[in-house]
């Protein structure tokens, strides 16, 4: 590339900027709170995705100030949809970097910006180009395609040092002082014309030397390697409804203080193991539900479910006081505590025995696997917190997609009986519980509580159970 090619790309991609740029919130002015809360949200997510968050987030959390000393709560209730909730922890957790060492003021420093909690490069390249004009470079996904389109760069963008040596050719591109416009117009031509799967050429304002263009490249630059695709899960949850003072609500609970969605809260749920685990079928995002021509089969399938449910708990260490309790919690419906469905294989013996749990072969049908399901659903809950449910019938199937992992969930309605303690526990004898005393009632863990749609406003969940308990609601409609 001549550096005429060069100095023509910096140019024209800058006159066409100043003139077809969109408008966008974040743009209004070059306070670099803003522009950093930008870059944030605009990670892993649609530029129409973001405006509306983007809006409420700076109306609530106006500077890095505010943001700092607002409860995480608030911050993740604000961010709640956007996914990728890392990014607001590490947010707030960089806000109060700035309010203890900087006073409160983003400071005009690369090395001081980079040392902000989930600042990495690109940010810190942003928030130095487009905040204070500094002629550094701001390379994401867009600027390498770009760039490695227009020059016919044919490394692998997926290599770090592919990476390093884009980011000093887009250093070297910078016109002076118009840092923060030449970066953005970079982003703004991959965006909006220099896109992924169908380039435009015809419309692009530096078409006239992009090498990828002539040597007919466009459409398989940049080089990438394909990432390992996440590996997909079966969870399996549980819409459990209250009766008496909680009549109308579902119980829910708050995820631990660190890892995965940390201090979230969610539905009750357990991940599937053994072939009730295996990989399923790629499903669509939104809620799968029965198709008339099942409906029936699942009129009959609850009393099959209930069933194997019930089982559950009269199998386990313990089997004549978990029977009683269980008989007490659940008064209506006692026959049930007796044995496994007719055709429903007994689950938590097969898995004690090493065998592993039956597949679609063994139980012949997608209701007996949902049986199952159900069956193993009631155990683990139970064996996790104590919680007593008998799920009553399969109500939907949803997908959720992070980066590293899909998760399968398998969704079904539970009626609530109570929390299990173990009597030696209540009388606190470690001795007693290591003989196998029986189970009696307990209190809730802190960690779960009973909710109408109402708290729905003030309680953080991830995108699955937001959609979840949407359509769960409106169904009561």
């Known amino acids: 590339m001549t550096t005429e090619a060069a100095s023509y790309f910096s140019r024209e991609l800058l006159t066409w900027y100043l003139g077809h740029k969109r408008d966008l919130p974040w743009r209004l002015?070059?306070?670099?709170?803003?522009?950093?809360?930008?870059?944030?949200?605009?990670?892993?997510?649609?530029?129409?995705?973001v405006i509306p968050y983007y809006e409420r987030f700076m109306a609530k959390f106006p500077t890095a100030a505010a943001l700092a000393m607002a409860p995480e709560a608030e911050v993740l209730k604000c961010w709640e949809g956007l996914g990728y909730y890392s990014r607001a922890r590490n947010l707030q957790a960089g806000a109060r970097e700035v309010l203890a060492r900087h006073g409160g003021v983003v400071p005009d420093d690369k090395e001081a910006v980079s040392a902000l909690r989930g600042v990495g490069p690109y940010t810190a390249g942003a928030i130095m180009s487009i905040a204070f004009n500094r002629p550094e470079p701001a390379v994401d996904g867009n600027v390498m395609r770009v760039l490695s389109r227009y020059f016919c760069l044919e490394e692998d963008i997926a290599?770090?040092?592919?990476?390093?040596?884009?980011?000093?050719?887009?250093?070297?591109?910078i016109p002076d002082g118009s840092a923060g416009d030449?970066?953005?117009?970079?982003?703004?031509?991959?965006?909006?014309?220099?896109?992924?799967?169908?380039?435009?050429?015809?419309?692009?304002?530096?078409?006239?030397?992009?090498?990828?263009?002539?040597?007919?490249?466009?459409?398989?630059?940049?080089?990438?390697?394909?990432?390992?695709?996440?590996r997909r899960e079966?969870?399996?949850?549980?819409?459990?409804?209250?009766?008496?003072?909680?009549?109308?609500?579902?119980?829910?609970?708050?995820?631990?203080?660190?890892?995965?969605?940390?201090?979230?809260?969610?539905?009750?749920?357990?991940?599937a193991q053994g072939a009730l685990g295996a990989s399923a079928p790629a499903k669509r995002r939104?809620?799968?539900?029965?198709s008339a021509a099942e409906a029936a089969?699942?009129?009959?399938?609850?009393?099959?479910?209930?069933?194997?449910?019930a089982a559950a708990f009269a199998a386990d260490a313990g089997a004549a006081e978990t029977a009683a309790g269980s008989a007490a919690a659940f008064p209506h419906e006692p026959a049930a505590l007796a044995v496994p469905a007719a055709g429903v294989t007994d689950v938590g013996t097969a898995a004690d025995a090493g065998g592993g749990f039956p597949d679609e072969r063994e139980a012949g049908t997608a209701t007996d696997r949902r049986a199952a399901m159900a069956d193993?659903?009631?155990?683990?809950?139970?064996?996790?917190?104590?919680?007593?449910?008998?799920?009553?019938?399969?109500?939907?199937?949803t997908d959720h997609v992070f980066s590293h992992i899909v998760w399968d969930m398998q969704v079904y309605r539970a009626e609530f009986g109570f929390w299990q303690a173990k009597a030696a526990d209540a009388a606190g004898s470690p001795d007693a519980a290591e003989s196998g005393a029986g189970y009696g009632e307990?209190?809730?863990?802190?960690?779960?509580?009973?909710?109408?749609?109402e708290e729905m406003g003030t309680l953080a969940f991830p995108n699955v159970f937001v959609r979840i308990l949407h359509d769960y609601w409106s169904d009561l409609d």
């Open 442 to 453: 307990g209190a809730a863990p802190s960690h779960y509580r009973w909710i109408g749609p």
């Open 297 to 309: 089969v699942q009129m009959a399938a609850a009393d099959v479910i209930a069933a194997a449910a």
């Open 159 to 173: 290599k770090p040092a592919t990476r390093v040596n884009i980011e000093k050719l887009a250093a070297s591109l």
């Open 29 to 49: 002015n070059r306070d670099p709170y803003r522009v950093w809360v930008s870059e944030i949200m605009l990670q892993q997510t649609r530029v129409d995705t």
């Open 376 to 397: 193993y659903l009631s155990r683990a809950l139970s064996a996790e917190d104590g919680l007593l449910v008998r799920p009553d019938a399969w109500w939907g199937e």
């Open 234 to 271: 079966t969870r399996i949850a549980a819409l459990v409804t209250g009766s008496g003072e909680h009549a109308g609500k579902l119980l829910v609970r708050q995820r631990p203080e660190s890892g995965l969605l940390a201090q979230m809260w969610e539905l009750p749920h357990v991940l």
């Open 182 to 230: 030449f970066n953005q117009a970079l982003m703004e031509l991959g965006a909006l014309v220099c896109t992924p799967k169908s380039p435009g050429c015809l419309t692009c304002p530096v078409m006239m030397h992009c090498e990828g263009r002539m040597a007919g490249k466009e459409h398989i630059l940049p080089i990438k390697t394909k990432a390992k695709p996440p």
């Open 286 to 290: 939104g809620r799968g539900k029965a």
